[in-house]
């Protein structure tokens, strides 16, 4: 590398659940800089999920952390150039990429969903992950699907 990597940026914890996660997650939401209506969406959601959620003894946050965790994937597939021939290598993923991962999916299918509002996209995804169900949690089924069906190839990671 011809610079010095540059030092990752404390995040400041968002002001009702006072988790950095939350604001992770609300950077990833907002859109054209608009990061208040980004935090109404979410805490909306999470509203949402506090009223439907079935298992009493969770919080939202609580549900929307595992939600988060049923989504992330733990090895995916890259490129990589050999002889020639381009082969999909399974490799290990670094802890901040999984989050990274799971977040812009939970976000992304949220996104495709048929409901009226974001919120309710949302909170919809989010339920559905919270139950392994859903396009986000098939994302990763494929992507772990992907890794197994290429592992012979595991050999030539770098």
């Known amino acids: 590398m011809r ?9 400041l914890p968002d002001p009702k659940f006072n988790d950095q996660l939350v604001t992770r997650f609300v950077n990833n939401l907002m859109l054209h800089g608009k990061k208040s ?10 509203g949402i999920v506090d009223k439907r959620k079935q298992n009493e003894e969770k919080t939202a946050i609580e549900v929307w952390k595992d939600a988060l965790s049923n989504v992330m994937p733990h090895v995916e597939v ?8 381009t ?12 989050v990274s991962l799971a977040i ?4 992304g299918f949220a996104r495709k ?3 009226k509002s974001m919120s309710e996209k949302l ?10 169900e859903g396009a986000a949690v098939k994302k990763r089924v494929d992507t772990h699907k992907m890794a197994e069906a290429n592992k012979a ?3 030539f990671r770098f």
Request: proline content about 5%.
């Open 123 to 132: 909170a919809n995804e989010i339920l559905s992950a919270f139950k392994e």
């Open 113 to 115: 969903r048929n409901e």
């Open 3 to 11: 610079k010095k990597q540059s030092k990752k940026r404390p995040m």
């Open 104 to 107: 812009k999916w939970l976000i």
């Open 87 to 98: 082969f999909q290598i399974p490799m290990q993923i670094r802890p901040d990429r999984k």
């Open 153 to 155: 190839f595991s050999h």
């Open 37 to 46: 209506t980004a935090y109404n969406l979410f805490y909306d959601a999470i």
């Open 78 to 85: 890259r490129s990589r150039r050999i002889g020639g021939a």
